[in-house]
């Protein structure tokens, strides 16, 4: 791997978002963010909805190279789900961190408790 092109890994979302918040205002015939900024966040909110259909689809297929693709489809429109709200993505990744350790059984039962 060549030494200046950047890791591919979860800083890749970092990045993503960041492109993301640079579309706003950008022009909605040459940026596919821009038009989903301009159509609004019932639009964008659908697309989310559509790709998360579309990677269960898969998945219940077990196609995991399409699986793949369309997680990176819903990842990309999640973030621009985000950046429409004002959600950083560090607001999720802390929360991510905060549940660390604690397993999803026992948080329940403390929340029905
Ligand atoms: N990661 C993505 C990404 N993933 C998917 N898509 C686009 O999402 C669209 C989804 O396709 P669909 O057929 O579901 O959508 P559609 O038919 O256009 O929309 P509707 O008719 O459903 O309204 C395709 O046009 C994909 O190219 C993305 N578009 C952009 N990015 C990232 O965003 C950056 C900025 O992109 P622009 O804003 O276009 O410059 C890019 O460099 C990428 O890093």
Do not use: C
């Amino acid at each position: 791997m060549s030494e200046d092109k950047a890791p591919v890994n979860a800083e890749v979302l970092d990045r993503l978002y960041a492109t993301v918040q640079a579309r706003k205002g950008a022009d909605p015939e040459t940026s596919y963010t821009a038009k989903l900024f301009h159509r609004g966040t019932a639009k964008i909110a659908q697309k989310v909805g559509e790709e998360a259909v579309e990677t269960v689809i898969e998945a219940v297929r077990g196609d995991t190279a399409a699986m793949a693709s369309e997680s990176a489809d819903l990842l990309y429109h999640l973030m621009v789900l985000w950046a429409d709200a004002g959600l950083e993505p560090a607001a999720v990744w802390e929360k991510l961190a905060q549940r660390e350790g604690t397993s999803g059984i026992a948080e329940k039962k403390a929340r029905k408790a």
